[in-house]
């Protein structure tokens, strides 16, 4: 089965803390896969301990050393159809380096069966796996996102500002990465900005039809520490040098307030969890 890929070397351990049956793990595993092929080396293993539920309500408690990531996973009723699909984001991460060790995904049961109709649910796990392992859930702990909360934040990793560029971006007008500066809670200041992205994986909107993951994204998670690889980015290019002058609503399956909102905690020398922020 492996085809001869290389070992993958980022370890990536779902723990389904609802009832799931044994066909439905079958879309969280090749988006494991996906981010395995992109994000190619170990982090160092972490010892981390947290009192049950809290990596949000119903988490088990957890005592272990952890390699590289663990992701409880809640199939849940949020909201009914529409609204709310899902939200994710880390809950451990690893002291200095912040890159996270522990996180949490859930999905809203009423649209689960919509997205595997409609084809995106790998889609949408891919992407909310992206804020568990930092994407617009760790940018301001790395200093690396300016302007949040405002008219025009931007994401100031270098790595991200050079992929950008070698997409299209230079003939952009403001400063790069732009970032979300609408959508609300969840949405703004963690994902890219749709009027210059549009169908980029790693917006707020989904779209149907294709959402690549581009190298920018990649490179983003290069600039949060991960050691990536560029090359295993989906192609991708800005449509039109112009793409920020775009008018209109966003359009695409909008991912309302996706970024999960629970506290994140830092693991302390003796190994003990301490509030890194409260969101
Ligand atoms: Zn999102």
Known sequence: ??????????????????????????????????????????????????????????SPEVDETIDDLVIFVRLQAIDGVGGVLGAAGPCVVRPSSHLPALGIMF????????????????????????????FGTIWEDEELLVGAGGPDPYFIGPGAISAFHSIGGDAYQGDPVPVENTG???????????????????????????????????????????????????SYTLLSPLRA???????????????????IYEVGADGRVRLLRRR
């Open 1 to 58: 089965m492996s085809g001869g890929c290389l070992p993958l070397e980022y370890d990536i351990e779902f723990r389904y803390i609802t009832p799931i049956e044994p066909g439905e793990t079958t879309p969280f595993n090749r988006a494991a896969t996906r981010w395995q092929h992109l994000l190619v080396g170990d982090v160092p293993d972490i010892d981390v301990v947290l009192e049950a539920d809290g990596c949000g309500a119903g």
């Open 107 to 134: 999905f809203d049961t009423a649209d689960l069966d919509y997205l595997q109709a409609s084809g995106l649910l790998q889609t949408v796990i891919v992407h909310e796996m992206g804020h568990v392992l930092g």
């Open 184 to 234: 609300g809670v969840g949405t703004r200041d963690g994902h890219w900005r749709e009027s210059v992205f549009d169908n980029e994986l790693m917006t707020g909107w989904i779209n149907e039809g294709s959402n690549p993951l581009s190298v920018v994204t990649v490179a983003s998670m290069g600039d949060l520490g991960y050691e990536v690889d560029l090359t295993a980015a989906d």
């Open 245 to 263: 002058a775009v008018e209109g609503p966003p359009t695409g399956l909008h991912l309302v307030r996706d970024i999960w909102q629970g506290p």
